[in-house]
């Protein structure tokens, strides 16, 4: 059954499966998706769990945030969304950008498991000496087919 929730003033799309007493999972599609993109997962899991499959912001039938959002700001809802439904120890199955928001609620509270599909991961720090390690080559490659051909004119 779909459903709407609002949560911290952020309208949230869900459909949800399953018996009521069963295991609550939260499935989770990745960037520029919609519910229906994991659905296939939520039909073999719903004939014995509680299966949230959620529209995350910006995608299906959820509104866009009115601000910018980054990955701590998903978690922070989808964590917000946990709390209001009381859901106890929830599965997480994330796919792509729903993977990285599963990694990070995984750091911040005490779930029952996370399956990753095609997980995007949390980007290290890195120090100044990388970037200009790398756009530098970057530079090099873009300019250096450049370069050959202007001298193969003269």
């Known amino acids: 059954m779909e459903k709407d929730i609002e949560l911290s003033g952020q309208k949230l799309h869900y459909d949800v499966t399953g018996p009521e007493n069963g295991r609550p999972v939260i499935l989770m599609h990745g960037w520029g998706c919609e519910f229906s993109t994991v659905r296939s997962i939520a039909v073999i899991l719903e004939s014995g769990m509680r299966v949230y499959n959620l529209d995350l912001p910006g995608h299906g039938k959820s509104p866009e945030p009115t601000t910018v959002w980054g990955v701590y700001d998903y978690a922070r809802l989808v964590g917000e969304f946990i709390d209001t439904l009381q859901l106890k120890d929830p599965v997480l199955i ?5 993977g990285r928001i599963s990694i990070v609620l995984a750091s911040e509270r005490p779930l029952s498991k996370i399956l990753l599909v095609d997980a995007a991961g949390i980007k290290p720090r890195r120090p100044l000496k990388y970037y200009l ?3 530098s080559y970057k530079a090099a490659k873009r300019l250096l087919p450049h370069c050959i051909r202007q001298k193969a004119r003269r």
Do not use: Q, R
């Open 94 to 98: 994330g796919h792509s950008f729903g």
């Open 133 to 135: 390690k790398v756009y």
